[in-house]
């Protein structure tokens, strides 16, 4: 597949996010079979992935999307057919006319924002849920753990002395894990929530669940769901972004310049770490690379960077078996997922060209971007 899309005469121009259609469609139906045999409800979390050209494709197989705050509420509402979920840390006042008329559901972080806006929700007949802490971490990067020692994210069960006027609880504690991290938290979500969870409508177990990984405990994660909702009579809801779009796309660039410094020889690329893959520096990690292999690898070893001035914008250390020259083609892999919701322009670098490679091999591009995205975003 990779092969084919670098020698694709259809991508002309880098950078290039290229979404994989086949791939992203090999996601869909794992988890669109989730669903039918667990009996949940699986969301798109756009935060993740809000690619909305592929949205009602994306709809025939889940049921719906989420969203942090209104502008990804509005986006699902107006792209996808399905139902739409909202929870942001806060609202705005002046937001949530906004809010009410594009989300079905709508969960507040706090007993006070509960207590400010939920009349108006009940109101407008919405659905409303609260998300708690079940205080109870099973990652090991406080970066991604809402369960870390002061959290901002979810009310605890010592600030839940009584079930308030809502529908079903919402809880979000993984990131990128397995079904065996999902066992270990709703054990502690029953033990500090249990009395509660019959009087729901319905519970959200959130996302981080990395179902379409290929050693996802699939058996696991539905024999939870169905447990859980036949023990409390509920509706369970899944919001996974990753999985929808994991290993679904690309990033093409193209080597600008090799520079060498103390024997390390560097790659300058028309991408960057900072601008196209903000996650590589935030998490850190090394994005997987087409036909490149670790530093000891292969006997061609390069430092990955980029045009922007910023000293740091390396990408990681990269191996291959024949020399590289400028001019040449890189592909990067995993590029659907936390990379065109995070993008920037610092540096005045360009954002990719958006495109879809397509079940039949044909590329098209859906997006360009030039001088003027860059200078409508300033003032």
């Known amino acids: ?125 919405k659905s409303i849920g609260l998300r708690i802490n079940p205080e109870c971490s099973t990652q090991e990067t406080p970066l991604y753990d809402p369960c870390a020692n002061g959290s901002r994210l979810g009310v605890t069960s010592q600030q839940l002395t009584d079930f308030p006027d809502i529908d079903g609880l919402h809880f979000h504690t993984l990131c990128e894990q397995n079904a065996d991290a999902l066992a270990i938290t709703l054990q502690a979500v029953e033990k500090n929530f249990g009395k509660f969870l019959s009087r729901c409508q319905w519970v959200n177990f959130g996302g981080g669940h990395h179902i379409t990984r290929n050693d996802y405990e699939i058996d696991l994660l539905i024999q939870l769901i169905q447990e859980f909702s036949e023990k409390y009579s509920v509706q369970v809801y899944l919001e996974p972004g990753e999985a929808v779009a994991l290993n679904a796309g690309y990033l093409i660039t193209e080597v600008l310049d090799i520079v060498e410094h103390q024997g390390t020889k560097t790659l300058i690329l028309d991408t960057s770490a900072a601008c196209h893959m903000p996650d590589v520096l935030e998490m850190p990690y090394r994005p997987p690379l087409f036909q490149s292999g670790k530093p000891e690898e292969f006997p061609y070893v390069y430092r990955l960077s980029s045009c922007t001035c910023l000293a740091g914008d390396i990408i990681g250390d990269y191996s291959f078996p024949n020399p590289v020259k400028i001019g040449d083609r890189l592909c990067f892999e995993d590029m659907m997922i936390y990379s065109m919701v995070k993008n920037n322009t610092f540096n005045g670098m360009p954002l990719p060209d958006i495109g879809i490679l397509h079940e039949n091999k044909t590329y098209e591009v859906i997006r360009k971007f030039n001088y003027t995205d860059f200078k409508e975003r300033l003032s």
């Open 1 to 125: 597949m990779q092969n084919e899309l670098l020698a694709m005469a259809g991508v002309t121009h880098t950078p290039a996010y290229v979404l994989d259609e086949e791939k992203l469609l090999q996601n869909l139906k794992i988890l669109q079979s989730v669903q039918k045999l667990s009996g949940c409800k699986i969301l798109l979390a756009q935060k993740a992935f809000s690619l909305f050209k592929v949205y009602p494709l994306i709809a025939k197989y889940l049921s719906g999307t989420t969203a942090s705050g209104l502008y990804e509420a509005r986006l699902g509402r107006e792209e996808f057919s399905g139902e739409v979920h909202v929870y942001s840390p806060a609202y705005r006042k002046e937001d949530m006319p906004e809010i009410i008329s594009f989300a079905d559901h709508i969960i507040f972080n706090s007993m006070n924002q509960l207590q400010q806006f939920g009349t108006l929700c009940r109101k407008h007949q």
